[in-house]
């Protein structure tokens, strides 16, 4: 099984930076993607960056620019650099990765309990 810690989030004024910290332990093989989600009340979760085993990233338009996914691979771990926050990136930030915990073996998907981002204007 593979469990994944979050760790980063808070209360920032708008313009702000955060640090979003996710590690992933347990029974990991090998690691696809790992990525950050978010929910805001009423809203359905959405990807906001993704970083794959070959480090290739991807972004919301909404966040472009503005956050950085990056990793350590050998730590199992990504991170969510965000800047310049906006009141609209209020929401619970969910960590989540896809990983085989055995050669050849399926690709499972794995998601933290979430951090709070608070925004205020």
């Known amino acids: 099984q593979v469990q994944l810690v979050e760790s980063g989030g808070g209360l920032v004024q708008a313009g702000g930076s955060l640090r979003l910290s996710c590690a992933a332990s347990?029974?990991?093989?090998?690691?696809?993607?790992m990525g950050w989600y978010r929910q805001a009340p009423g809203k359905q979760r959405e990807l906001v960056a993704t970083?794959?085993?070959?480090?290739?990233?991807n972004y919301a338009d909404s966040v472009k620019g503005r956050f950085t996914i990056t990793g350590d691979t050998a730590k199992n771990t990504v991170y969510l650099q965000m800047n310049k926050v906006e009141p609209e990136d209020t929401a619970v930030y969910y960590c989540?990765?896809?990983?085989?915990?055995?050669?050849?073996?399926?690709?499972?998907?794995?998601w933290g309990r979430g951090t709070q981002v608070t925004v205020s204007s």
């Open positions: 989540n990765v896809r990983a085989r915990t055995r050669l050849h073996g399926p690709i499972f998907s794995s």
């Open positions: 347990g029974t990991i093989f090998s690691i696809d993607i």
């Open positions: 970083r794959s085993a070959g480090e290739s990233t």
